[in-house]
């Protein structure tokens, strides 16, 4: 079935420092990703539509200078934190749609995020 | 707007037992997707079951069937034969129009031997 990797699973941080995370479809080719955070014992929230080969549409709340979203190929899409603070601390995971009709979406592992 | 609503923080069922997770949804939307996912406490997502609102008969997968409601605006999993691996948080979430995901706030299901 459809794959999504996401790299890394877990960093640690300083704080000021900017971190990057990657997500990607291993088998198909993925015109829409979407980022999500998800604090302790809570839902998933939306911050980030990715689109390839366009600006990343944010949610409301989601500071785009924050969190930078880059969508270069049609397999592979970038979260970059930048200067990273410890409240951004959380988990961070992508999904990703095959055909994006609302078919169902597929996640990457998600990316543990601590910054110290 | 899309909302979804899963008022169960906590279900506690024994192995071998069924048990039904609550979802109720709202949207103003005719066409519309519901899904159930399940968080294990390592992070990851798992698709587990979809439903689509002209679906005429309940999604199965396995031991995991939805019973959907459609007046009634519900979309409840139902697991049957619980094992202890399915001790995990589960989502419930729906989409309408252009694939954004609504989800709930989650049931976490402890499954005991």
């Known amino acids: ?116 | 707007a899309q909302k979804i609503t899963q008022t169960q923080p906590g279900m506690f069922v024994q192995e071998k037992e069924a048990v039904t997770l609550d979802c109720t949804y709202d949207t103003s939307d005719q066409s519309y997707g519901l899904f159930w996912y399940k968080q294990p406490s390592s992070g990851e997502m798992i698709f587990l079951i979809y439903q689509g609102s002209y679906d005429e008969q309940n999604a199965t997968e396995g031991r995991y069937s939805l019973n959907f409601q459609k007046a009634r605006k519900s979309a409840n999993l139902v697991i049957s034969a619980s094992q202890l691996g399915d001790s995990a948080m589960y989502f419930c979430a729906m989409t309408s129009g252009y694939s954004t995901l609504t989800f709930g706030k989650g049931t976490m299901l402890l499954v005991s031997p």
């Not at chain 1, 300083?14 to 014992?41: H, N």
């Not at chain 1, 809570?42 to 080969?53: R, Y």
């Not at chain 1, 009709?101 to 998600?110: I, K, T, V």
């Open chain 1, 1 to 116: 079935g459809a794959v999504v990797s996401q790299h890394p699973s877990r960093v640690i941080c300083k704080s000021g420092t900017s971190v990057k995370i990657e997500c990607r479809s291993l088998d198909f080719q993925a015109t829409t990703m979407f980022w999500y955070r998800q604090f302790p014992k809570q839902s998933l929230m939306l911050m980030a539509t990715s689109n390839e080969g366009s600006k990343a549409t944010y949610e409301q709340g989601v500071e785009k200078d924050k969190f930078l979203i880059n969508h270069a190929s049609l397999t592979l899409s970038t979260l970059t934190v930048t200067s990273a603070h410890p409240e951004d601390s959380s988990f961070y995971i992508c999904s990703a749609s095959l055909t994006g009709d609302g078919s169902p979406l597929h996640f990457g592992n998600g990316t543990r995020l601590t910054v110290t």
